[in-house]
């Protein structure tokens, strides 16, 4: 069967790093997304990766390894706003999303 | 990036009421079209995908007659959920992409209250 195993939960500090792992085992794999969703929000959209390697977008980043299933987000500076839920969804042959439960951040000053 | 819109925000009905909530994509064309049901403290789940002109093909458990939905432009897609009870209270959110994209875009999300 398909999977997305992510944390369902972190805690990190204002001004820290964190990093969230996504394992996935999918029946064909075109690219892997994070997005973002603050609480009673829809979600919106962080990266895709579809090459291995690491992605850098400001205070976040995201990395893929395909041959090991695995993926992470790296939030950098931690602020305040970024508590939130981490949503990890893999592409299979199909061009179908697979969700992950996602993880839930919660940043203590 | 891609904007969606989604009509209305938040709706409160009856029991046994039909409640429509519309998506819409405001400046591109959704081809494909996703609408997920979120419960609280619960990750998305999927309830359907619709390609534009074609019948929605529903996910596993998902009653395709109590959640009707109509693609039938480019832009716009509409959820109608029938007969609606109080389980059916959630956060009710669409997603859309061209068929080129790999990336959906989501709208605002609509949360739905059943009495």
């Known amino acids: 069967g398909q999977n997305i195993d992510q944390p369902t939960e972190m805690t990190a500090t204002e001004g820290a790093i964190v990093q969230i792992n996504c394992t996935y085992q999918?029946?064909?794999?075109?690219?892997l997304f994070w997005y973002q969703q603050h609480a009673g929000e829809a979600p919106t959209f962080l990266s895709y990766?579809?090459l291995d390697g690491l992605e850098e977008k400001g205070r976040f980043s995201s990395f893929l390894s395909r041959s090991k299933g695995y993926s992470y987000l790296l939030l950098k500076e931690l602020q305040m706003k970024d508590s939130a839920s981490y949503l990890c969804?893999?592409?299979?042959?199909?061009?179908?999303?697979?969700w992950g439960a996602g993880t839930k951040l919660i940043i203590k000053p | 990036g891609a904007v969606v819109s989604q009509h209305p925000s938040w709706v409160i009905c009856k029991s046994g009421t039909s409640v429509k909530i519309e998506c819409r994509s405001l400046d591109f064309q959704a081809t494909t079209m996703f609408w997920y049901r979120q419960f609280p403290k619960q990750s998305l789940m999927l309830m359907a995908t619709s390609n534009e002109g074609s019948k929605a093909t529903y996910e596993q458990g998902v009653e395709k007659d109590k959640f009707l939905i109509n693609h039938a432009s480019l832009t716009l897609s509409t959820l109608t959920v029938t007969s609606a009870h109080p389980e059916d209270s959630s956060f009710y959110i669409c997603s859309a992409k061209e068929t080129s994209w790999h990336e959906q875009f989501f709208g605002p999300g609509t949360r739905l209250t059943v009495l």
């Open positions: 990766n579809v």
């Open positions: 969804a893999a592409i299979d042959s199909n061009y179908q999303l697979i």
């Open positions: 999918t029946s064909g794999f075109n690219g």
